[in-house]
Structures are given as C-alpha cells and as structure tokens.
C-alpha cells in the first residue's frame, strides 16, 4: 500500500480557504491516501514552521496571505515564474531541499481559456489595482502578448513600482483615469478587493467599453461582483474569479500526490455550495 502522503495551505487567517475542500476533493476521486489540511501560521511562526515541513510530516503545501513574499525567501529553489512574480504559493520537498513557484499566474490564464476562450487574442487591457495579484495577472497578460497593459490603482506610485518590474509594456495610472481608458482596452481585469463583500465597488463606467470587451474578477466572493453584473447587464462577456482558485491549486496537487487532476463542473459546483453556506 501507498505510502500516506500529507500537505497544507497555511496562511493567517486561513479558516475561510477553500483549498482542503477542492484537494480532498480530488484526493478521493483519485483515490489517493493523502490528507491536505489548513493550518494557522502567524507571520512571526512562518519560517520555523517551513523549516520542519518534512518533520511536521508534510511533503509540501499552499502558501497565502501574508507568508506569499516569505515563501520565495524561505525557498532554497524558485522556479522563474515566483521570481519574476516575486511571491510564491506552493512549495514542496524535492531531494531534500524545499521547492518553490507561483501558480496564480497558471490558474489565471486557466480560468480564461475556459471562460472566455479567445482572451488572448486582444493586445490592450486595463488591470485595476496594484497589489499582489496584480504581479500575477501582469506576468499572465505578458506571457500570452498583451501589447499594452494599463494598470490603475489608488496609489500611482504602486502602479509605477510594478510598471518599473514588469517593463515598458505595463503602464501605471490613477485609479481614476480608468473611465478614459476604456475605451481603448479589450480586457478589464480586477485584481483589487473593490466588489468583494463590504469592500465597496470598481468605479468603472461600463458603458465606455467596447461592445466586444472581456470583464473578469479575481474577486470570488461574491462570484458575481458588481462589476460583473455590470457588464453582464450591457452583454458583455465575464469569467468570475473561481476558476482561478481551482485552476491555480492544480499543478500544486501534482507535485504532491503525482497526479494531474481535472478542474470540473462538479468541482465547482462544490465549491460555490459551501460559498452559500458561509
């Protein structure tokens, strides 16, 4: 018989993720003897707590918020991807040494070649908010040759820290010039907490976009944010955030348990069960 084998996403707080939902999901339509559980890390605990992983009897994990910087430092290998991000999310133990690269990029793209298949086929996208999962989003949009990327947040010089990162083809604006650029993008992606419940909303005029522009939220909670509804209102195409989440947790589960497993329908379904239970 297999050996058990045993991960976790860790962050602080972490009662809220989702992840031991999907990957003990995929444990047991795999049939796979593994457990993947969530454990409270505060940030002080953070790098002793990776240090033991193999003594805590984990072959890896999840990294979320605040340890995602921490992650790449603790690493002794990063693939490029975290690099060029400069945070991770997944980490694991690989000849003795612990591992580590950024899958938000991966599950982002994902969500939108299932969603709205043909996305990257535009050149010029708006990308509003300049925190974390913008580095992610922008490292996507580069990947699959965005020509140019509009990036507005409520503090320009944010904006500017990740233009200067990322390179000429990220240019970094005032949230509120957001309404003028409009017009001329083909992709609007939020990566700021505006829509999230109680977070208020993305002043965006809907009604300035072309008829054949693409909305997406990494946002999942609520899993149609106002902006969405928005758009969806005016016959726009959207993807919401969920994808993202399930498509970014695959290669992780891979690394573990060896298996590549399926983002589905019933998958999802899950999961966006449980969102209206809490």
């Known amino acids: 018989m297999a050996d058990l084998r045993n991960a976790f996403v860790c962050g602080h707080p972490i009662s809220h993720s989702r992840s031991p939902l999907i990957h003990s999901y995929w444990l047991e339509t795999h049939g796979i003897r593994g457990t993947y559980r969530a454990v409270d890390v505060p940030p002080d605990d953070f790098a002793a707590f990776v240090a033991k992983i193999a003594d805590r009897g984990f072959v890896g994990g999840n990294v979320t918020i605040p340890h995602k910087e921490a992650a790449l430092r603790a690493a002794a290998v990063h693939e490029p991807v975290a690099e060029m991000i400069g945070a991770a999310n997944t980490l694991w133990l690989e000849d003795g040494r612990l591992h580590t690269t950024n899958t938000d990029a991966y599950g982002f793209a994902a969500n939108l070649d299932e969603r709205l298949p043909g996305w990257e086929v535009e050149s010029t996208a708006l990308v509003i908010g300049a925190g974390g999962a913008s580095r992610a989003v922008l490292y996507a949009l580069l990947e699959r040759g965005f020509k140019t990327i509009h990036l507005a947040n409520r503090t320009v010089a944010r904006a500017r820290e990740l233009a200067d990162r990322f390179g000429a083809r990220v240019e970094p604006h005032q949230l509120e010039a957001m309404n003028e650029l409009a017009s001329e993008v083909g992709l ?81 379904n899950l999961v966006i069960a449980d969102m209206e239970k809490r």
């Open 188 to 268: 609007v992606v939020n990566t700021s907490s505006l829509g999230m419940k109680g977070d208020g909303d993305v002043p965006l005029d809907v009604s300035q976009l072309k008829p054949d522009a693409l909305v997406t939220d990494i946002v999942y909670v609520p899993l149609m944010t106002p902006l969405l509804q928005r758009a969806k209102d005016r016959g726009l195409r959207i993807a919401d955030g969920l994808g993202m989440l399930l498509n970014q947790a695959a290669p992780g589960f891979e690394k573990w348990f060896g298996v590549r497993p399926v983002v589905s329908e019933k998958l999802r």
